[in-house]
């Protein structure tokens, strides 16, 4: 049976879609495709997009909904005045974003579970916008009632998880068998993924992470190769070494990414290489700042003239030109 098609009009180029649900993005590197219901991603690079079309939001943005979290990891590094973003303010900024050609919304916190209207405001992103909604969790607050309100909500769920067993334990303060009930759980929900921050106490465990993302059927483990923070210091030559070493050698049966941040010298494949900094993507932290990633000292005020202007104003003040 044929799909439901749908013709995109891109200056003169007219593209005939069998999806409904896709959404066309124009940016340096061509035109990028993408469906949120399935993840399915295309670029269209014999695509020239001329610089006054493209899109004018990030590919990307995170959203710190609140600063409040319940667990006291020694090297957190977000914010600990208490603050929490407005449902409705929340919602304008997704509008704005999805119609200026943004692809998917992350949010996170502290934990972004806390916010007293989580659910709501997942249920309003999926609703009202073509935007892939995720969000990063320590995950213990993924119990059967939370999960049942996120129903339809949801695209993928990225889980934090610094080592295994005792580790864990050690870092978090919290069981690990209780996570592994809960990532299980999580997994009927939506797809989910592994995010590990790499430093001297987790290098060493990342097979058994693997493992782990083996076993509870995750899509992804992400590597975040530890940044330096007033709480902690950057990943140090030995750790990366280890790093370096243990990715020539794997052969994991799930998927491996590694944050931009942390990956010079690793080889690594760049979809979209032409697209960088802002274009690629922001973060709004829980006190309304627009800035260039969750520990970056420049911010600025998203005001009531919503948050492309604001990226403007950002893209000034760090000399952005991308
Ligand atoms: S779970 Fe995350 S936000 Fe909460 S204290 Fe630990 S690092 Fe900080």
């Known amino acids: 049976m044929r799909r439901p098609s749908a013709r995109v009009r891109f200056g003169r180029l007219h593209i005939e879609?069998?999806?409904q649900n896709v959404k066309v993005r124009g940016g340096p590197d061509g035109l990028h495709l993408f469906d949120r219901s399935n993840g399915f991603n295309a670029l269209l690079d014999e695509v020239q997009v001329p610089r006054d079309r493209w899109s004018k939001a990030p590919r990307q943005v995170s959203i710190a909904l609140t600063n409040l979290c319940d667990l006291q990891c020694s090297y957190c590094y977000a914010p600990k005045h208490r603050s929490a973003l407005d449902v409705d303010v929340v919602?304008?900024?997704?509008?704005?974003?999805?119609?200026?050609?943004?692809?998917?919304?992350?949010?996170?916190?502290?934990?972004?579970?806390?916010?007293?209207a989580f659910a709501e405001i997942c249920g309003a992103a999926a609703r009202d916008t073509q935007l892939a909604i995720t969000f990063t969790t320590h995950g213990h607050r993924l119990i059967p009632r939370l999960l049942d309100q996120l129903v339809g909500s949801v695209h993928f769920i990225r889980v934090s998880i610094d080592g295994v067993g005792r580790t864990y334990e050690r870092l978090r303060g919290r069981p690990f068998q209780n996570l592994v009930t809960r990532l299980r759980d999580a997994r009927q929900l939506a797809p989910i993924g592994i995010n590990v921050v790499v430093n001297a106490d987790t290098v060493d465990e990342l097979n058994a992470l693997v493992e782990l993302a083996e076993e509870v059927k995750a899509s992804e483990l992400l590597l975040l190769p530890q940044q330096p923070t007033h709480a902690v210091n950057a990943i140090d030559a030995p750790v990366k070494r280890k790093l370096t070493s243990?990715?020539?050698?794997?052969?994991?049966?799930?998927r491996l990414a590694i944050s931009e941040a942390g990956a010079q010298g690793i080889p690594t494949?760049?979809?979209?290489?032409?697209?960088?900094?802002?274009?690629?993507y922001v973060h709004i932290d829980a006190s309304g700042y627009v800035r260039s990633n969750s520990y970056a000292k420049e911010g600025v005020a998203v005001g009531i003239?919503?948050?492309i202007p604001a990226i403007g104003r950002l893209r000034a003040a760090i000399g952005d030109n991308n």
Request: glycine share 18%.
């Open 17 to 19: 879609i069998q999806r």
């Open 91 to 116: 919602g304008s900024w997704l509008t704005e974003l999805d119609s200026a050609g943004c692809l998917g919304v992350g949010f996170g916190g502290g934990e972004p579970t806390l916010h007293p």
């Open 246 to 254: 243990w990715l020539s050698a794997a052969k994991p049966g799930v």
């Open 269 to 280: 494949c760049d979809p979209l290489p032409k697209e960088k900094g802002l274009r690629s």
């Open 305 to 307: 003239e919503g948050v």
